[in-house]
């Protein structure tokens, strides 16, 4: 037997936290059932979300995309923007970003079905690192660079230390592009953080998840992630990797 959320979550469906608010909604059933908060399940059993049964386990896979601006990263959008998912449009299973990348930022961004790994990343305790290149206005003094490494105040509460680091400046635009790496994933975190020193961001670009980078791949396009990195990520999201086959070009843990 399982937690609800958890085989929700498994299935692809939502987020474990997503799931517990379907559940609380009254929106999922099993066996016919409107289940209760807290309760579980087996993978015998139907369980349905507004109606509709889970599906059964398909292969996970993990792509590795390059989000240009101007994407949402949702998987859906009542108000028919383009989403993240636009982008991989040969991909069958129902995949999701893993965290947000805000409209106008551009850059790496993994998406998979394998919700596990998935909340594992996004779990704050597995503080994740993400590095990101950004373009501010103005130039930073030191104590401005200072605050940023140490945390910075907003009004969710102050960030945990920064790496940061100038990777260039321009005296006659007066702008700064820096690289700044966090483990957190606080909303719109790196724009709060540079404009609460007085320093708006012009572009930002996340150019590290967790280690991976966004080598050989052009912006609007994707990869797989290969077995090796997925073995990887599991270790970053504090999971047991319990071994796995390749199969048609997806990883599918066994
Ligand atoms: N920080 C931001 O401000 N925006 C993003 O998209 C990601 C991190």
Redesign the pocket.
Known sequence: MERLQKLISQAGVASRRAAERMIEEGRVTVDGVVAAIGAQADVSQTICVDGKPLRRAEAHVYFLLNKPKGYISTAKDERGRKTVLDLLPEVRERIYPVG???NG?EGLLLLTNDGNLMNGLLHPAREVWKT?AAQVDGLLEKRELQTLKNGVALEDGVTAPAKVRVLDWDDRLGRTKLEISIHEGKN?????MCEAVGHS?RS?K?TEFAGLNLSGVRRGEYRALTAEEVAYLYEVAGLPVRGGRRKGGAWEKS
Do not use: A, H, P
């Open positions: 947000r990348l805000d930022t990101y719109r975190q790196v724009r709060r961001v930002l996340r």
